[in-house]
């Protein structure tokens, strides 16, 4: 059965830092790219960034967090970081971790089918 479970969660205050992981009972984990999104209250989940599957390294963001948020992964732990400098109170959401399968970092920002989903983690932003 396929988990996908995330920590670092928190509130922090604007300017502040956060990293987050997400660490992936799959098997054959090189294979899927891995993506972070977030839903805010009243709003729809939207992509945040990914990284893409391989040892390329791949990363893709969404223009919203460009230069703020950083994604990496540790093949040997099955994790995937989300870290995040100069947080801002619009950042506050749920932050979901997400894998698909031979999947590049732009495309995992696309709806597709075949994706596993974490359960979120709460980062609040306090102005």
């Known amino acids: 059965q396929v988990q996908l479970v995330e920590s670092g969660g928190g509130l922090v205050q604007a300017g502040g830092s956060l990293r987050l992981a997400c660490t992936a009972s799959l098997r054959a984990f090189e294979t899927y790219g891995m993506g972070w999104f977030r839903q805010a209250p009243g709003k729809e989940r939207e992509f945040v960034g990914a990284?893409?599957?391989?040892?390329?390294?791949?990363?893709y963001y969404a223009d919203s967090v460009k230069g703020r948020l950083t994604i990496s992964r540790d093949y040997s732990k099955n994790t995937v970081y989300l870290q995040m400098n100069s947080l801002k109170p619009v950042d506050t959401a749920v932050y979901y971790c997400?894998?698909?399968?031979?999947?590049?970092?732009?495309?995992?920002?696309?709806?597709?089918?075949?994706?596993?989903w974490g359960q979120g983690t709460q980062v609040t932003v306090s102005s």
């Open positions: 997400a894998a698909r399968r031979f999947t590049g970092a732009q495309a995992m920002g696309v709806p597709a089918t075949g994706v596993f």
């Open positions: 990284i893409s599957w391989g040892s390329g390294g791949f990363t």
